[in-house]
């Protein structure tokens, strides 16, 4: 008989007694005695811990049991988990503001999120040796870093980025090369020559000998060298263009842009407001990939003056003004009433999503395929939504010059997969599933036969 290997952490279950002290190279995670909980299960899985030594079967005493919780805090945290803890919650301070983050970090589930996230990755004492110096050689390049990090990890998450732990670890040290540009240089409050200028840009090359010195994986390279490279090959160290992007590299350089604009940095000139920051990135959709800085709107709930946007109570309205200090609530006009108003303190209604901005509308003829992307994304909120009568009015937009079987190739089979994979990721009920397949069935009644 094949024996089960119950030294996967998916056989854990609730009650048991951790068996082994669990480390993470060095660091004590989690010590032999633990009682398994959902939070043990929570965080084993975050640390990335998939594997234990095999389990001892013996039933804890319960009053052991009982004095084991009541060390848990002890035994969780050793110096090394607290001080970056510790500077988890430094770096906050320094960098979240609601004027540049919206509303997002108020809720205590994406900030634990993040939090261990960023535990595990300084885990790797490689990668909190780095950052640690390059907090040391330029305190505004490490809060940056952090900066980063966190708006890049969320938006990974709502982008669908597949491996959001390695980009998350990339967008912490993406800027690293900079411990090899010269401190003063750094910390330049004016404008800088020509040869400063280039020594600077010289940090993305350098960024690759600090990953090879430091024997980090090469799944960083890409993220470090090209992160200042653009869409329309504007970019550096090597003029690539957009086919040579990949999604990851495209977020990065939306928010590391976001960032840059908008965080104040010791000794310069004022920043950006983060109204004026999302303006530029729109404005420039030949460098930006536009899809990500729609989702950088979405994600901070800061929307432009004059962008339409859909409400919570279905209406869609113009965003007529926003007050830069509070600009998660702009005053709304309606389309269809006229009616004008300050979107609810008490959040009684709500802005759902992005629909245009007049500068994206008035798309220009080498970014059709971000215009399609777009029309798909409106496409495919509304359908999933339920509202296929809406979803149909983006029909057209999304299948406009393609011939029929290409329809139901590009169109129809991307649908039944999409829904499929929200299915697996457990966004929709086998249920749920099988109304959006119903849907199809209506859509290919409609327009293919
Ligand atoms: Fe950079
Ligand atoms: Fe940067």
Redesign the pocket.
Same mark, same amino acid.
């Given at each position: 008989m094949v024996q089960e290997d119950l030294s996967f952490i998916s056989h854990l279950k609730k009650g048991e007694v951790i068996a082994s002290d669990i480390y993470f190279n060095k660091t004590l995670l989690v010590k032999a005695g633990t009682v398994v909980n959902n939070e043990l299960l929570k965080n084993l899985e975050n640390w990335g811990v998939t594997k234990l030594q095999p389990k001892k079967q013996f039933p804890p005493k319960k009053n052991k049991i009982e004095n084991l919780v009541k060390q848990k805090e002890k035994i969780f945290y050793s110096k090394e988990l607290f001080d970056i803890k510790v500077l988890f919650y430094e770096s906050l301070q320094y960098v979240v503001s609601e004027a540049r983050y919206g509303l997002v970090l108020n809720s205590d589930v994406e900030l634990s999120w993040l939090e261990n996230l960023f535990i595990s990755s300084l885990l790797d004492s490689r990668i909190s040796t780095l950052l640690f110096s390059l907090k040391k050689q330029d305190p505004y390049?490490y809060f #940056? !870093?952090f900066d980063?990090f966190l708006l890049g990890s969320l938006l990974a998450r709502e982008s669908g980025i597949k491996d959001i732990r390695s980009f998350a670890i990339g967008c912490l040290i993406? %800027?690293i090369g900079k411990l090899k540009i010269n401190r003063k240089l750094l910390q330049k409050d004016d404008t800088l020559s020509k040869t400063e200028y280039e020594e600077m840009q010289k940090h993305t090359v350098y960024g690759i000998n600090v990953l090879i010195e430091n024997d980090l994986p090469l799944i960083y390279r890409d993220l470090i060298k090209s #992160?200042h490279e653009r869409l329309d090959g504007s970019g550096y160290p090597e003029g690539l263009t957009s086919e040579f992007l990949s999604e990851e590299i495209r977020l990065l350089a939306v928010v %590391?842009t976001y !960032?840059?604009l908008t965080l104040q940095r010791p000794y310069r000139k004022n920043p950006f407001s983060s109204i004026k920051a999302i303006e530029l990135l729109l404005s420039k959709e030949n460098k930006y990939d536009i899809k990500y800085v729609i989702s950088l709107m979405e994600l901070i709930k800061i929307y432009p003056k004059d962008c339409i946007v859909k409400l919570s109570n279905g209406k869609r309205a113009r965003i007529k003004s926003v007050n830069e200090n509070q600009p998660y609530f702009p005053i709304l006009e309606e389309l269809d009433t006229a009616k004008v108003y300050e979107l609810p303190l008490n959040f009684s209604i709500t802005i759902v999503r992005f629909i245009e901005w007049e500068n994206i509308v008035d798309v220009k003829p080498d970014s059709e395929i971000n215009k399609k992307e777009i029309y798909w994304n409106y496409f495919f909120n509304e359908f999933i939504n339920g509202d296929l009568e809406e979803a149909m009015n983006y029909f057209p937009m999304v299948t406009e010059g393609m011939a029929s079987n290409n329809i139901f190739i590009d169109v129809i089979i991307r649908l039944i997969k999409e829904v499929e994979t929200k299915r697996i990721d457990g966004q929709l009920s086998i249920g749920e599933e099988h109304d959006a397949l119903l849907k199809i069935k209506e859509i290919i009644s409609l327009t293919l036969v």
């Open positions: 390049s #940056h !870093s980063v993406y %800027d #992160h %590391d !960032s840059a």
